[in-house]
């Protein structure tokens, strides 16, 4: 199955369970917070709670199919925890990418290369990368094919991307809000089967089955309610 949506909070709960189970979660602690709230420590906020189940479900999918020696690059990894949990899972080579300078503060500095760099324009090879991860960041500014076509570019044959996205079946109006600057998209499901037909120009299709639906709208932001959707693509030749 390669289009899930999350169903429910308590999906988000299991979820965060299971990493803290795992060894892999990069949340802070009551008591970290508490020291942060009266300024006695300071960097980066790593990681969402809501975002659990997403992440998880990336993590699981590249232990299953990809090697830990290979390489990975995680787009919009300021402050992302699935780079940080690929990383404590025993992934070896991994990039991430993103435009805020504050990436020299993120986990791993020395064994984690980190990039300043607009993901849909980057500096790296052709076929450098065996997958692709990208944590509730394509909504922001989307621009599918300059998206799709980096994403291709940057694919080795058979490699993946995995995406994690704000999703709701049906159409749910944005305009005019904004995040980072950017304009903001609760992908339809009319805009995924939009995007999957654009991905395949690029060689890029989803492996299995398509699943849409959804039970409850468990994530409530800018005054939407929606879910999240999670997509994987894999590049063909």
Avoid at 67 to 93: V, W
Avoid at 105 to 121: A, C, D, R, S, V
Wanted: with cysteine; hydrophobic share 40%; net charge negative.
């Amino acid at each position: 199955m390669v289009m899930e949506v999350l169903k429910n909070k308590f999906q988000i709960e299991n979820s965060r369970q299971e990493m803290i189970n795992k060894g892999v979660s990069s949340l802070e602690s009551p008591f970290r917070s508490f020291l942060r709230r009266l300024h006695l420590i300071n960097g980066i906020v790593m990681g969402d709670y809501v975002k659990s189940w997403d992440v998880l479900k990336t993590l699981n999918f590249i232990e299953q199919n990809v090697k830990k020696t290979e390489p990975i690059l995680d787009i919009g990894c300021y402050a992302s925890e699935i780079i940080a949990a690929l990383h404590k899972s025993g992934y070896s080579n991994l990039t991430g990418a993103d435009l805020n300078p504050d990436l020299k503060e993120m986990p791993g500095q020395g064994l984690i290369k980190y990039e300043m760099t607009n993901f849909m324009h980057t500096p790296f090879e052709s076929g450098a990368f065996k997958a692709i991860t990208s944590i509730s960041v394509i909504e922001h500014g989307f621009d599918p094919q300059s998206l799709l076509k980096e994403m291709s570019r940057l694919l080795q044959a058979g490699g993946y991307f995995i995406a994690s996205f704000d999703y709701w079946p049906e159409k749910i109006d944005t305009i005019g809000t904004k995040f980072f600057g950017m304009d903001w998209l609760i992908f339809s499901k009319h805009d995924v089967v939009d995007f999957i037909e654009q991905a395949a120009g690029f060689g890029l299709k989803p492996v299995g089955e398509l699943h849409y639906e959804s039970q409850e709208p468990p994530i409530d932001c800018a005054g939407k309610k929606y879910t999240f959707g999670w997509l994987v693509f894999q590049k063909i030749g």
